[in-house]
């Protein structure tokens, strides 16, 4: 039968919205609740105990990381949040975020994400492992009802699943531009343009039960470079921060250090925007006393060669932002402080030291495994689409011509 879900009204400005399904269970119907910004504080508590009754959960989908990210960008997006529960029981629940900070050329794009995402460019916290909070029993029929209550929502120009896990067993469904599910009779898939990215890792584990030597895991050519940067230095230490205090003083030389970076190569760094960087600070005073966040400080002798700041997520090390010396005060700054870092992480029990998404030669050398996260993005029929894909066409069909001639 073809699932529908029956809306008169903008679920946003409405107070309570619900619909049902046929739950794993059989404990009842699944119900999907819609909440505002301005009932927060009804959803905190509710999130906290789905959270303990879950265990370990993803860091960007906790209660703490939603709620501190609320604080600094609920100004630049329209948040809401979406309750599933079966008999009074929470089953699952996720934030979902309004924006119209996009652009494409004079047009501004109006934009629903699921998560913390959505932000102006340039102020993101560029939100990777993002994912829904649900029992697992629950994830397959919340994730169908929420993304059938979003084909519903006639606002947005595009839906964006930003950093999200792609195991095969929890793809996301196709939309339609009605309501229904995209396999439905004569339903019409929306556009959809979909993004993998590599996020490489290295597993302390099996590093662990292979005799702990990270060294003897790592490719030949990284193995000789890491023992010859080492020879070349003073002795090395690795200061891992057990207060907010010490936590603090290693961030503001990571801040130092990053803008230096970043605007020697004539960019505003991460720090530039407020916005993130007072994200971060709250960030770090609530969860590095739960151990959910890490600072770490490299030294060799006197010389900061590296600052790390890295998210606990489900005993894995996600390596967000750092900090590092210029190339030319001390070589291979980057591969230093991750391989040393690596090193405390595997004496201190952490699975694994995941290095995020990008392009750079530590990452590489480091990590010799991967995940895959994706960022989707669903796209409705507007002009302004059609005419991006028209210039797009047209640039083609110049290059073809062009080699032609």
Same mark, same amino acid.
């Given at each position: 039968?073809?699932?529908?879900?029956?809306?008169?009204?903008?679920?946003?400005?409405?107070?309570?919205?619900?619909?049902?399904?046929?739950?794993?269970?059989?404990?009842?119907?699944?119900?999907?609740? $819609?909440?505002?910004? %301005? *009932?927060?504080? =009804? /959803? !905190?508590?509710?999130?906290?105990?789905?959270?303990? &009754?879950?265990?370990? +959960?993803? $860091?960007?989908?906790? %209660? *703490?990381?939603? =709620? /501190? !990210?609320?604080?600094?960008?609920?100004?630049?997006? &329209?948040?809401?949040? +979406?309750?599933?529960?079966?008999?009074?029981?929470?089953?699952? /629940?996720?934030?979902?975020?309004?924006?119209?900070?996009?652009?494409?050329?004079?047009?501004?794009?109006?934009?629903?994400?699921?998560?913390?995402?959505?932000?102006?460019?340039?102020?993101?916290?560029?939100?990777?492992?993002?994912?829904?909070?649900?029992?697992?029993?629950?994830?397959?029929?919340?994730?169908?009802?929420?993304?059938?209550?979003?084909?519903?929502?006639?606002?947005?120009?595009?839906?964006?699943?930003?950093?999200?896990?792609?195991?095969?067993?929890?793809?996301?469904?196709?939309?339609?531009?009605?309501?229904?599910?995209?396999?439905?009779?004569?339903?019409?898939?929306?556009?959809?343009?979909?993004?993998?990215?590599?996020?490489?890792?290295?597993?302390?584990?099996?590093?662990?039960?292979?005799?702990?030597?990270?060294?003897?895991?790592?490719?030949?050519?990284?193995?000789?470079?890491?023992?010859?940067?080492?020879?070349?230095?003073?002795?090395?230490?690795?200061?891992?921060?057990?207060?907010?205090?010490?936590?603090?003083?290693?961030?503001?030389?990571?801040?130092?250090?990053?803008?230096?970076?970043?605007?020697?190569?004539?960019?505003?760094?991460?720090?530039?925007?407020?916005?993130?960087?007072?994200?971060?600070?709250?960030?770090?005073?609530?969860?590095?006393?739960?151990?959910?966040?890490?600072?770490?400080?490299?030294?060799?002798?006197?010389?900061?060669?590296?600052?790390?700041?890295?998210?606990?997520?489900?005993?894995?090390?996600?390596?967000?932002?750092?900090?590092?010396?210029?190339?030319?005060?001390?070589?291979?700054?980057?591969?230093?402080?991750?391989?040393?870092?690596?090193?405390?992480?595997?004496?201190?029990?952490?699975?694994?030291?995941?290095?995020?998404?990008?392009?750079?030669?530590?990452?590489?050398?480091?990590?010799?495994?991967?995940?895959?996260?994706?960022?989707?993005?669903?796209?409705?029929?507007?002009?302004?689409?059609?005419?991006?894909?028209?210039?797009?066409?047209?640039?083609?069909?110049?290059?073809?011509?062009?080699?032609?001639?």
């Amino acid at each position: 039968m073809d699932e529908t879900i029956a809306m008169t009204h903008d679920p946003v400005r409405s107070d309570r919205v619900a619909m049902t399904a046929e739950s794993p269970r059989a404990l009842g119907e699944l119900e999907l609740s $819609i909440y505002q910004q %301005s *009932e927060q504080d =009804r /959803i !905190w508590p509710v999130w906290r105990e789905l959270e303990q &009754r879950l265990g370990d +959960v993803p $860091i960007t989908c906790s %209660s *703490e990381w939603t =709620r /501190i !990210w609320l604080k600094h960008y609920s100004e630049q997006v &329209r948040p809401w949040f +979406v309750l599933a529960s079966t008999d009074g029981i929470p089953r699952g /629940i996720c934030l979902l975020s309004e924006s119209t900070n996009q652009k494409l050329g004079p047009f501004r794009i109006h934009s629903l994400h699921l998560g913390t995402a959505g932000e102006p460019h340039g102020h993101s916290v560029c939100v990777e492992y993002n994912d829904l909070l649900v029992e697992p029993e629950f994830r397959a029929v919340f994730t169908r009802k929420l993304g059938l209550l979003i084909a519903s929502e006639r606002g947005w120009d595009q839906f964006q699943l930003d950093g999200i896990p792609c195991p095969a067993e929890d793809s996301w469904p196709l939309l339609a531009d009605d309501g229904h599910a995209a396999a439905g009779p004569g339903a019409k898939p929306l556009a959809t343009n979909v993004r993998i990215r590599d996020s490489r890792y290295f597993d302390l584990e099996q590093c662990r039960q292979e005799g702990g030597d990270i060294l003897a895991l790592l490719g030949k050519s990284t193995r000789a470079n890491i023992r010859r940067r080492l020879r070349q230095v003073e002795e090395t230490s690795v200061e891992w921060a057990e207060t907010v205090a010490q936590g603090e003083s290693i961030f503001n030389e990571l801040i130092e250090m990053h803008q230096a970076r970043w605007q020697a190569v004539g960019m505003p760094g991460a720090f530039a925007s407020s916005s993130f960087l007072n994200f971060q600070k709250d960030l770090i005073a609530e969860l590095l006393p739960q151990q959910r966040v890490v600072l770490a400080r490299i030294r060799s002798g006197d010389i900061t060669v590296g600052c790390l700041y890295l998210l606990v997520d489900r005993n894995r090390l996600l390596d967000y932002v750092s900090g590092l010396a210029p190339f030319e005060e001390f070589p291979s700054p980057g591969l230093i402080s991750h391989y040393l870092c690596m090193e405390e992480a595997l004496r201190r029990g952490l699975d694994a030291y995941d290095f995020l998404v990008g392009e750079k030669r530590h990452k590489e050398n480091l990590g010799k495994a991967s995940e895959q996260l994706q960022w989707i993005v669903f796209e409705r029929p507007r002009t302004k689409f059609s005419l991006r894909n028209w210039a797009r066409h047209s640039k083609q069909l110049v290059k073809r011509v062009w080699k032609r001639s």
